[in-house]
Structures are given as structure tokens and as C-alpha cells.
């Protein structure tokens, strides 16, 4: 054991406004990984997220990004009228770090055993990283797990339900900036071609846009030629003239610099924490770009959890719901409007008054 490890910077977690109610960080015993469960809130039910298995430059990055994924699961569930907490889990791997199945078997039952001591206070799933045969390992450590293979009586991936919830998101923010949901035509920039990005893309060609795509991995610019959308590199993604900037990739991307040198009319995508800074929200609107919030866009996937869970579950009615996200999208947009509010601030305010009336 190295007594000696030099301390890593503090200022990532020091930046994040600690609201949780519980925090575990441990390391698995099988695994030697450090895991973190975040349990943000309970108060509307027990805290549902997703495990995120994802390379950081030290632990207290890993734990900041739980630590800010998991409040924005609150903030999620709340706004899409679900009766569940928020909370989320990272294992966290070094830089360079790549796991093999062996390695990665441990990881999961580790994280089986993290999900397991906080008493039923966080229900996780798959996320980035994951996978639902891989939550079948953690299944066999803990019951408080859901988004199992289909092949073993489970509902299967939510990836489909939050493609779908994007879609309906779009054809929101569509019709707030041109009247019209007509997606025929319309120029759309997408970064990050992964499990939602990549269905989101093929609806979209489907239907008749004209595609921008980029992504980490170069293998992914295969789906680019089937789909007939122009290749670019991600860094200069962003500053693509196109009607929509569609970010489907990991949090961040839009810091001040980004934000400066966006040249769409609107942003909505799947990515989780988009925003680098929550000022971001201000500078959107004083550059007259119409944000779609985040965890309201992305919202399907754990509509589709949720409501697949249960006993009597109707996929015509989990359809219904996840389409009425684009309905949710769209009030946001007109109490902004109407109030002179950023997008932001409106949607907070929506998940706020379920989250108070539950008190």
C-alpha cells in the first residue's frame, strides 16, 4: 500500500454545492476500484441513476461527477413526474485505464456490494460505460438494480426510450424557433454517435435532415457514410452553421468558449450537464440561442425504467409519456418566453415545485 500518494486537487468537488444526503466512497474489494454511490434526494422515492464506468484524470473528478450527476437525476425525475430520488454511481478508472471482462466482472459486483450498503436508498442501471448485461453482475450482489437483459426476464437498455425522448425534444425546439416541427431540411449538428446519438441520428436522416456528425471514436465516421452526413472533426463541431447544435456525448461541452462561437439557432441534445458553468444558461440567452435543458431532454430513459418496472407496464402508454416530453420542453420554452427567464431557471422551477409539494 502506497502512504505517499500525492493529494489531488481538491478544486473540482470544492466548486459543487454539497446538497447530498448520503455520500459513499469506497474501494472494491475484488476490483481495487474506487467507487462512488451518490444519493442526492429521496424525497419524491428512492434515488434512481445510472453507474457510469468512465477514465478521470484523478478520484476527485470521479467523485465531482457524481457528485454532479446525480443532483441533475433530481432534477430529471422531478421534471418528468416520476415519484423517484435522484442519485448515480462512478466507478472510477486512471487515465489509460481499460478493463478486460475479468476485470470488469469485478468491477460490477464491487459496485453491487456499494449499492447494497446504502440500504435501498438508490436503485442504479446502466450509463456510460455500462451496459445492461453488465448490470446483470451487479444484480447478483444487490436487488436494487433495474434495466436487466431482456434474455433473463428484464426490461432490457432504456437507450431507445431516450432517443426517442430527444427526438420529441427536438420537434419542440424546432417549433419554438420556426413555428413548424418539420424536420425535413433542417440542418442538425450532432456530437456523439454512442447508444442515444446513434439512434438519434438514424431518426433524424430517417425523416429527412440534413446531418453534421462527429464523434471521439473515428470507427463511428462508418455510420456517417451510411447516413449520408458530412464528417467533422468533434473539436469544431460546434462552430458548424446549422439551425441546431445537438450534444450527445459526455458533460461540459458548453463552456464560455463554446458558447461564444456556437453558430446554430438552437441547442438540444442528450448529453447529461451540458452546461460548464450554470452562467452558461445566461450567455445561451444573450446570444439568442434557445437552450433545451438537459434533464428534461434526456428524461426517457428513466420514464421507460421506471414505468417498464412495473407489473402491469403498456408499451403504448410508456410511448405516450415519452413523447409528452417534447409537451414538458415546450412550456419550458414559453414560461421562459413569457417571463423573461432563461430555460434553465424555468425548468428548475418546474422540478423545484414537485419536489417542495412532496415535502
Not at 505517499?4 to 446538497?19: E, G, K, R, Y
Not at 417534447?326 to 422551477?349: K, N, P, Y
Request: aromatic content about 4%; overall charge negative.
Amino acid at each position: 500500500m502506497n502512504l505517499t500518494q500525492p493529494a489531488p486537487s481538491l478544486d473540482a468537488l470544492a466548486a459543487i454545492p454539497f446538497t447530498h444526503e448520503k455520500v459513499l466512497i469506497t474501494t472494491g474489494a475484488r476490483s481495487g476500484l474506487m467507487i462512488t454511490v451518490a444519493v442526492h434526494s429521496t424525497r419524491l422515492g428512492q434515488a434512481l441513476g445510472g453507474a457510469r464506468v468512465w477514465q478521470y484524470a484523478t478520484w476527485t473528478d470521479a467523485v465531482a461527477d457524481a457528485l454532479r450527476l446525480s443532483a441533475a437525476m433530481t432534477l430529471k425525475n422531478a421534471a418528468a413526474g416520476l415519484n423517484l430520488g435522484g442519485g448515480k454511481s462512478v466507478v472510477y478508472l486512471p487515465l489509460g485505464t481499460v478493463l478486460s471482462d475479468d476485470e470488469k466482472r469485478d468491477a460490477m459486483l464491487d459496485l453491487g456490494d456499494a449499492v447494497e450498503s446504502v440500504n435501498g436508498a438508490y436503485m442504479t442501471a446502466e450509463d456510460v460505460g455500462t451496459s445492461a448485461e453488465l448490470m446483470a453482475i451487479v444484480a447478483e450482489r444487490t436487488a436494487h438494480v433495474c434495466g436487466l437483459p431482456t434474455a433473463t426476464g428484464g426490461v432490457g437498455e432504456p437507450a431507445d426510450a431516450t432517443a426517442a425522448g430527444v427526438y420529441a425534444s427536438i420537434l419542440a425546439t424546432l417549433e419554438a424557433l420556426f413555428g413548424s416541427r418539420e424536420v425535413t431540411g433542417r440542418h442538425l449538428v450532432i456530437s456523439g454517435l454512442g447508444q442515444v446519438g446513434g439512434r438519434l441520428a438514424r431518426a433524424l436522416a430517417a425523416a429527412g435532415a440534413t446531418l453534421t456528425v462527429t464523434d471521439i471514436n473515428p470507427d463511428k465516421r462508418e455510420l456517417a457514410d451510411e447516413l449520408g452526413a458530412d464528417w467533422v472533426p468533434v473539436a469544431g463541431a460546434h462552430r458548424i452553421q446549422a439551425d441546431l447544435f445537438v450534444p450527445c456525448g459526455l458533460g461540459g461541452v458548453l463552456d464560455a468558449t463554446v458558447i461564444g462561437e456556437l453558430n446554430v439557432l438552437g441547442v438540444c441534445g442528450a448529453a447529461n450537464n451540458q452546461l460548464a458553468e450554470v452562467a452558461g444558461a445566461a450567455e445561451l440567452d444573450a446570444r439568442g440561442i434557445l437552450w433545451a435543458p438537459d434533464f428534461v431532454v434526456n428524461a426517457g430513459g428513466v420514464v421507460f425504467l421506471a414505468m417498464a418496472s412495473e407489473p402491469d407496464a403498456d408499451a403504448a402508454a410508456i410511448a405516450t409519456r415519452v413523447a409528452a416530453i417534447g409537451d414538458v420542453l415546450g412550456q419550458i420554452f414559453t414560461d421562459a418566453h413569457t417571463e423573461g427567464i432563461t430555460t434553465l431557471a424555468a425548468a428548475e422551477r418546474l422540478a423545484a415545485a414537485r419536489l417542495d409539494a412532496a415535502a
